[in-house]
T-cell receptor, first 117, second 113 residues
Framework: DTGVSQDPRHKITKRGQNVTFRCDPI?????LYWYRQTLGQGPEFLTY????????KSRLLSDRFSAERPKGSFSTLEIQRTEQGDSAMYLC???????????????FGEGSWLTVV | GDSVTQMEGPVTLSEEAFLTINCTYT??????LFWYVQYPGEGLQLLLKATKADDKGSNKGFEATYRKETTSFHLEKGSVQVSDSAVYFC????????????FGSGTQLTVLP
């Protein structure tokens, strides 16, 4: 399978613990995105990488959240000192960015479910 | 700002019924428009897209036509199946950019046998 891969698919953690999610984008896709989705809602944008550079961050991304893409391939999203409000599905996506075309399609992974108890 | 307004659900249909899920948008210019589908417990899958006005996107029997006059991108299927039960999201790039998408709130479809 050559789609976007996320790990782990499910994570249950106690409040106050740190968690890290990994995303492997589609090979050769230079753009990588993180979204968050809560029950009954559409995904909300968190952050975006072009290669290894983090170019955009949403106001939703508090100081407890940090994302990296050190070699421009896989990415990690870490949440420190988790809170119950962090319970959500964290979606990774990637696209092949070519210039500033708005027609590039964004492909999503299966998501990583986080439950904070 | 750019936004998507999607028909509220849930929608319940019998198998082989006709489906329409309404989507209207507000945007600068004429961005690409997308429909994504999310099956229970899974991530989003791209269902179809249209990149310019009057384009029709189609996939798996679903169709949507980009109507700039009515700023709409309604999703239709002539005969739904039980396996179509899922949540459907309309989406467009923010400010005509592919850097991020803004999504509608989603429409839950349940198809009964």
């Amino acid at each position: 399978d050559t789609g976007v891969s996320q790990d782990p698919r499910h994570k249950i953690t106690k409040r106050g613990q740190n968690v890290t999610f990994r995303c492997d984008p589609i090979s050769e896709h230079n753009r990588l995105y993180w979204y968050r989705q809560t029950l009954g809602q559409g995904p909300e944008f968190l952050t975006y990488f072009q290669n290894e550079a983090q170019l955009e961050k949403s106001r939703l991304l508090s100081d407890r959240f940090s994302a990296e893409r050190p070699k421009g391939s896989f990415s990690t999203l870490e949440i420190q000192r988790t809170e119950q409000g962090d319970s959500a599905m964290y979606l990774c996506a990637s696209s092949l960015g070519v210039g500033k075309s708005s027609g590039n399609t964004i492909y999503f992974g299966e998501g990583s479910w986080l439950t904070v108890v | 700002g750019d936004s998507v307004t999607q028909m509220e659900g849930p929608v319940t249909l019998s198998e082989e019924a006709f489906l329409t899920i309404n989507c209207t948008y507000t945007a600068t210019g004429y961005p690409s428009l997308f429909w994504y589908v999310q099956y229970p417990g899974e991530g989003l899958q791209l269902l179809l897209k249209a990149t310019k006005a009057d384009d029709k996107g189609s996939n798996k029997g679903f169709e949507a036509t980009y109507r700039k006059e009515t700023t709409s991108f309604h999703l239709e299927k002539g005969s739904v199946q039980v396996s179509d039960s899922a949540v459907y999201f309309c989406a467009l790039p923010v400010s005509g950019s592919a850097r991020q998408l803004t999504f509608g709130s989603g429409t839950q479809l349940t198809v009964l046998p």
